[in-house]
């Protein structure tokens, strides 16, 4: 079995998409299912009103809008790899979403629009990425547009993003001229024809770079090409593993998405440079990819993926082992035993029962209010995987129901979202209104449409007078209840019954550290309290 394991856990690949919005991020996810053959058509992201749309865009509001607002995840099967594949918002406001994704993968593909360069989303998850040195692969999209020089954008994503760029194709012209992109591992050319949909496979390759063919082809382009290639040879450092795999290097390819050109380049990258599952960190102990025992993490829940039958999914995230349907599981904050045997693997909406997974594999685990986000399951074993983040809110909200007689639907409702994710939900110590805290307006604006459409009752969602909130920790459980006691007009229960402490003005906060010495201030925490910033001081 052993074996067989390592076998399994080697071809796997898990890895996130993640960009700024509109860079083209859920159309290179569209083409890679595509070419993998795990879709036979496309959909077009921006089409709303077209019958088709994106496979990774599952929500009415993403379909309406053309962004994506949840983390899709998606299997297929690439070269004898099992590819996880999970599609994050690229919107600001659904960051928190992104962040506990990034958790869960051990690549990153960075998408990078060619006309906009580096754009401040972009810039923030890669920080989150190179915190976890996860390795990176940058893909430079939309060359097919008047875009910005290749050398220009190199040097700026070298520059903004603090990490050595060492291109692996490099484009022939660009816009209505762009003739194709040098593949400089392979020493060809695959010329560049327009059209979505068709297999890529039947591209044109043109041997040799420096085969005369080419300038005959692609004349000045061409030449102008080549020159930049043997620019960037002799000033950039060789393609080197180890930094790579330490998040210190990004091997970079250009191609526009839309066309479904350049895609198998970043899809053969993709299984040959990025890494197997690795160790995972528990408090306990390191757990590694290839024991025998099951264990794994919930990183992400969703509500109503499937409307009509009001569930929730657990999405989860195998470290070790071998899982089969049926197994007991125990889930360790809770001690709790479960026996999943509709487990689920996924193609986005579409799912597939699952009979087994193994280390590096996403499954779908039906969750009746069992499990919640940071959730460790094991064969029986006490383990708590870390490193799973929740933010202090930035904006808060006050959310009433239109309809009284809708009430006990707002609450499940906002439970639900809750346990998602999707919003934090605080429940006032003193007082009934339930209060929403969010990283952007988005946020808000999704939750109004959602419980209304998926829950069945229109929310009145209002101003509140709160900016800063923080987690409150204390050694000594009595300081702790005497401190809420004090301040139950403005204490709050989170989804897990932390409390937290919602003020007006980061003043408020200063002057209430000064007062209340032994109580912990926290920006941050993860699942069940464990928190992992230092408490701050403002």
């Known amino acids: 079995m052993s074996s067989e394991l390592s076998d399994q856990v080697r071809r796997r690949r898990t890895f996130a998409i993640i960009s700024h919005p509109d860079a083209g991020k859920t159309t290179l996810t569209e083409k890679l299912l595509l070419f993998s053959g795990a879709i036979q058509i496309a959909g077009s992201v921006k089409a709303r009103k077209a019958s088709r749309h994106a496979t990774s865009d599952w929500m009415e509001i993403e379909k309406q809008r053309g962004i994506s607002v949840a983390s899709s995840v998606m299997q297929m099967e690439f070269r004898d790899c099992v590819i996880n594949l999970l599609d994050t918002p690229g919107h600001q406001d659904f960051s928190e979403d992104t962040y506990r994704v990034l958790t869960a993968v051990d690549a990153a593909l960075m998408v990078i629009d060619a ?22 692969l940058t893909f430079v999209n939309k060359m097919d547009r008047e875009v910005q020089d290749p050398l220009a954008l190199m040097d700026e994503i070298e520059r903004e993003l603090g990490m050595g760029v060492v291109p692996f194709t490099w484009p022939v012209g660009m816009g209505k001229f762009f003739g194709g992109v040098l593949d400089l591992r392979k020493q060809q050319m695959r010329v560049f024809s327009s059209g979505q949909d068709r297999d890529r496979n039947d591209d044109e390759i043109i041997d ?35 930094a790579f795999l330490a998040g210190r290097q990004t091997p970079m390819f250009f191609g526009s998405a839309i066309n479904n050109f350049g895609v198998r380049e970043v899809l053969d990258a993709l299984v040959d440079l990025a890494p197997p599952p690795g160790p995972k960190a528990a408090i306990q102990r390191v757990v590694q990819p290839t024991e025998p025992k099951f264990t794994g993490v919930v990183f992400k829940i ?40 509709t487990v689920v693997s996924f193609l986005s909406q579409r799912r597939e029962l699952l009979e087994e997974a193994y280390a590096g594999d996403i499954i ?78 988005l946020q808000f604006e999704v939750v109004a449409h959602r419980l209304e459409h998926e829950y069945g009752c229109k929310a009145r969602i209002m101003p509140a007078r709160y900016n800063v909130a923080r987690w409150v920790t204390c050694p000594d459980a009595k300081e702790l209840q005497r401190f809420i006691d004090g301040n139950a007009h403005r204490v709050a229960l989170d989804a897990v019954d932390a409390p937290c402490v919602l003020l007006e003005y980061a003043g408020e906060l200063r002057a209430m550290q000064d007062n209340w010495p032994k109580i912990q201030f926290h920006a941050l925490r993860e699942h069940a309290g464990l928190v992992f910033q230092k408490q701050l001081d403002g």
């Open 115 to 136: 006309a906009n360069g580096v754009e401040p989303q972009t810039r923030r998850l890669l920080q989150v990425c190179r915190a976890r040195n996860t390795p990176i």
């Open 364 to 441: 779908g685990i039906p969750n009746h209010g069992v499990l919640q986000l940071g959730d460790t399951l094991t064969e029986g074993e006490s383990l708590q995987f870390t490193g799973l983040p929740f933010f202090a809110p930035e904006m808060f909200r006050s959310v009433e129901v239109a309809d009284p007689l809708r009430t006990k639907q707002l609450r499940a409702g906002l439970t639900q979202l809750g346990e998602e994710g999707a919003i934090q939900v605080f429940r006032p110590v003193a007082g009934s209104v339930l209060l929403l805290g969010a990283v952007g307006q």
């Open 208 to 242: 040799g770079l420096a085969n005369p063919l080419l300038e005959q082809r692609f004349g000045a382009a061409y030449t102008q090409a080549a020159g930049e290639v043997e620019l960037v040879q002799e000033a950039a450092p060789p393609f080197d593993e180890a």
């Open 302 to 341: 969703q509500a109503n993926m499937d409307p009509a039958h009001r569930d929730r999914i657990a999405f989860v995230r195998v470290a070790s082992g071998h899982f089969e349907r049926g197994m007991r599981l125990k889930v360790t904050r809770s001690g709790k035993e479960l026996r999943p045997n």
